[in-house]
């Protein structure tokens, strides 16, 4: 398997603009989690799906983000409008049985806002 | 916060040394699992240790746990250059509603090893 797919990688993008983030998890694996990993707040978790299903958003910053997993092999997270805060390493993991088992990192995208 | 924190911030050691990084947390888990982080890459999970374990080791890994004091620790034996990273302790709550399934990390030990 080649393992948890983030794409971009690298993201520079004005103030404003509307930025989306794709990842495809590992297949067979039924969570997804989006992170965030910055210096200043370390490394945080946004949202995690189950079967698809977001189940916890309560690490979603604000209503400008926003994310989506239409179905098991596909997930974005998309900023709108995005600002310069939002710049960080965005990374995306999947695992086989929530909370139970090891998550995988896909290799990030680290987002530049200016 | 159920976050964990590592602890120390940074470790220096020279190659051949052993390094130990430990991790607090405060509430209740299901397990506990350790990371590691190359600069600009992202995570690898290195090992999980359950809450009824004590300790597990793998390879020159080893991992204690221990519940009473809400600690574990990640010991590298003979330690190599490329050991040179950040590792993170990651937890899973127990039994937390709509919680359950969240690994809260750490911010990470960030870990030298000198040729």
């Known amino acids: 398997d080649a393992g948890v797919i983030q794409s971009p990688r690298h993201e520079v993008t004005e103030m404003g603009q509307e930025v989306t983030l794709r990842c495809k998890p590992i297949s067979g694996h039924n969570s997804l989690f989006w992170y965030r990993q910055t210096m200043m707040r370390g490394l945080e978790l946004l949202i995690y799906?189950?079967?698809?299903?977001?189940?916890?958003d309560s690490g979603m910053p604000e209503d400008r983000f926003s994310a989506k997993m239409p179905n098991a092999s596909f997930s974005t997270l998309k900023i709108q409008p995005s600002e310069p805060r939002d710049s960080a390493v965005y990374f995306c993991a999947s695992s086989s049985r929530t909370g139970w088992v090891e998550a995988f990192f896909g290799q990030g995208t680290r987002l530049t806002v200016v | 916060s159920q976050q964990g924190e590592e602890d120390p911030q940074a470790l220096s050691i020279q190659e051949g040394e052993n390094a130990t990084m430990n991790c607090s947390y405060k509430?209740?888990?299901?397990?506990l699992q350790w990371y590691r982080q190359n600069s600009g890459r992202g995570l690898v999970h290195l090992i999980l240790?359950?809450?009824?374990?004590r300790e597990k080791h793998s390879g020159r890994l080893r991992v204690t746990l221990d519940t009473s004091k809400k600690s574990s620790s990640l010991l590298i034996t003979a330690s190599r250059a490329a050991d040179t990273a950040s590792y993170f302790c990651?937890?899973?709550?127990?039994?937390?509603?709509?919680?359950?399934?969240?690994?809260?990390f750490g911010r990470g030990t960030q870990l030298t090893v000198w040729p």
């Open positions: 799906f189950n079967n698809n299903v977001p189940i916890d």
């Open positions: 509430t209740s888990i299901n397990n």
């Open positions: 240790i359950r809450s009824n374990e």
């Open positions: 990651a937890t899973s709550e127990a039994d937390r509603g709509s919680t359950l399934g969240r690994l809260y």
